[in-house]
């Protein structure tokens, strides 16, 4: 069963730094955009950025826009998401999960029902 493994959650003060790690496998980076999604209790799954296999495009909604940044290592076989200036609002899961119907990520934005391979997350805690 494939699946990617999220690491690198924590508990960490308002206004501090986290690097999420994604790991795929290699197929899975080559050929589908990688997306990273949060999920807080009581709200829906959230797209906060994407990561085309086919160019390095990437994509991030304007909620995390400026703070977050969504990198590649090919020869690791993973993505990361490096998280800054952290809020308590972004307290939540973090996924990371596969496009099957793009290489490039959707200029207008990344919904979860187009996604597979959902990993089993990683809490992030804004908290002081």
């Known amino acids: 069963q494939v699946q990617l493994v999220e690491s690198g959650g924590g508990l960490v003060q308002p206004g501090g730094s986290l690097k999420l790690s994604c790991a795929a496998p290699?197929?899975?980076?080559?050929?589908?955009?990688i997306g990273w999604f949060r999920q807080a209790p009581g709200k829906e799954r959230e797209g906060v950025s994407c990561?085309?296999?086919?160019?390095?495009?990437?994509y991030y909604p304007n909620s995390v826009k400026g703070r977050f940044s969504i990198s590649r290592d090919n020869a690791k076989n993973t993505v990361y998401l490096q998280m800054n200036s952290l809020q308590p609002e972004d307290t939540a899961a973090y996924y990371c999960?596969?496009?099957?119907?793009?290489?490039?990520?959707?200029?207008?934005?990344?919904?979860?029902?187009?996604?597979?391979?959902w990993g089993q997350g990683t809490q992030v805690t804004v908290s002081s």
């Open positions: 290699e197929f899975i980076l080559d050929y589908y955009a």
């Open positions: 990561i085309s296999s086919s160019d390095g495009s990437t």
């Open positions: 999960a596969a496009d099957l119907m793009r290489r490039r990520c959707a200029e207008s934005g990344i919904t979860a029902t187009d996604f597979a391979y």
